[in-house]
């Protein structure tokens, strides 16, 4: 059975930093692209970051990604969302995916960590 699990997010106040984990399990952890995405309540899921199969590409959405690193760590089977300087618009669910090498969608979904940003 394949299992993401998201942990990491918290009440935070504004200007610090968290890092927010997606540990997988059940799945060939070589072989998926994990990414991260949001849900702030009243808005649509927002995609955050990414990370390919390989590790060697990541990709994230413009307004974070001089603030927000992803990350994997192939012996824990682990991908990381270090987020830095936070801001209370950063408040959401934060899901973790994980897509298949080759496949168009992302094929499993996490629970979700929230994350509150306090000013």
């Known amino acids: 059975q394949v299992q993401l699990v998201e942990s990491g997010g918290g009440l935070v106040q504004a200007g610090v930093s968290l890092r927010l984990s997606c540990t997988t399990s059940?799945?060939?952890?070589?072989?998926?692209?994990i990414g991260w995405f949001c849900h702030a309540p009243g808005k649509e899921n927002r995609f955050v970051a990414a990370?390919?199969?390989?590790?060697?590409?990541?990709y994230s959405r413009d307004s974070v990604k001089d603030r927000f690193t992803i990350s994997r760590d192939s012996a824990k089977n682990t991908v990381y969302l270090q987020m830095s300087n936070l801001r209370p618009e950063d408040k959401a669910v934060y899901y973790c995916?994980?897509?298949?090498?080759?496949?168009?969608?992302?094929?499993?979904w996490g629970r979700g960590t929230q994350v509150t940003v306090y000013s």
């Open positions: 990370i390919d199969w390989t590790g060697s590409s990541t």
């Open positions: 995916a994980a897509r298949r090498s080759g496949d168009d969608g992302y094929n499993y």
């Open positions: 059940g799945l060939t952890f070589s072989t998926y692209a």
